[in-house]
């Protein structure tokens, strides 16, 4: 078992930058293979980035390449989001996510465990 919490979220302005963060409890985080999804109002819960076990293999949305970066830190137990250039369509609610299959589960949309989201909205 793994408890995820977020934290970062808030309003930015377009064109901007927040940074998430997310804290693993419970079993060390380098077990699980971790990312990050968003749910939009009125939209289902899409996939963001995910990062292996040890970071060396990342997986993004089209739509943040090169805008949004993931990143972690076993020794603190933590993966982070930097999140550059945003616009109005990053609005949403951000959930971090562990498996303890692979990134590419969490690419293809699954994960066994949530965190309790975090809210970001960007203005025009």
């Known amino acids: 078992q793994v408890h995820l919490v977020e934290s970062g979220g808030g309003l930015v302005q377009a064109g901007g930058s927040l940074r998430l963060s997310c804290a693993a409890s419970?079993?060390?985080?380098?077990?699980?293979?971790m990312g990050w999804f968003r749910q939009a109002p009125g939209k289902e819960r899409e996939f963001v980035a995910a990062?292996?076990?040890?970071?060396?293999?990342?997986y993004y949305l089209d739509s943040v390449k090169g805008r949004f970066t993931i990143s972690r830190d076993n020794a603190k137990n933590t993966i982070d989001l930097q999140m550059n250039k945003m616009n109005p369509e990053d609005t949403g609610v951000y959930y971090c996510?562990?498996?303890?299959?692979?990134?590419?589960?969490?690419?293809?949309?699954?994960?066994?465990?949530w965190g309790q989201g975090t809210q970001v909205t960007v203005s025009l």
């Open positions: 996510a562990a498996t303890t299959s692979t990134a590419l589960y969490l690419r293809q949309g699954a994960s066994d465990y």
């Open positions: 419970g079993r060390t985080s380098s077990t699980y293979a």
């Open positions: 990062i292996s076990r040890n970071g060396g293999i990342t």
